[in-house]
């Protein structure tokens, strides 16, 4: 049911992003920066991570290379969730993560310890950026999440 709470029936208020509040910009880049090397990690390991809005997964997909030649790649990918996408309408490719790969949900103490806040700090900090992220998808609004 992690996920339910990113199905926004009304706009994102002030008072539900407490922590957002209370961290400059540069501590909330640095817990999304150890979000996004532990995400890395795990990939490394054939591990998907699962983010409450979605999955963050290698996938096999087939590039297009001279003369009408195919080559399986493995390529990084987003996966929005299924009833995100039908939630907010969204239209996406379909893209399915092989079975074979575990799924993991983000492990906050370990992210914690690298970047030294505390594992509450950086789990409500993730969800509630995520929480604005569907607050985006919910107002129609651009968004632009980079990940290096």
């Not at 957002?20 to 591990?47: A, D, F, N, P």
């Not at 379909?94 to 103490?109: G, M, R, S």
Request: hydrophobic share 40%; aromatic share 10%.
């Amino acid at each position: 049911a992690k996920m339910q709470k990113y199905l926004l029936y009304n706009a994102v208020e002030p008072e539900e992003l407490p922590t957002l509040r209370e961290l400059s910009t540069m501590e909330i880049c640095k817990v999304w920066s150890g979000m996004s090397r532990y995400i890395y990690r795990q990939l490394l390991q054939k591990t998907a991570v699962e983010i409450g809005v979605g999955t963050f997964a290698v996938v096999p997909v087939h590039a297009s290379v001279e003369e009408g030649k195919v080559l399986p790649v493995e390529r990084p990918m987003f996966i929005l969730s299924k009833p995100l996408k039908m939630f907010y309408n969204l239209e996406s490719d379909e893209t399915k993560i092989p079975d074979e790969i575990p799924v993991v949900q983000p492990d906050f103490e370990e992210i914690a310890a690298e970047t030294h806040f505390r594992h509450e700090i950086v789990e409500q900090c993730v969800q509630e950026t995520l929480l604005c992220f569907a607050g985006a998808l919910r107002d129609n609004k651009e968004v632009e999440f980079s990940f290096r």
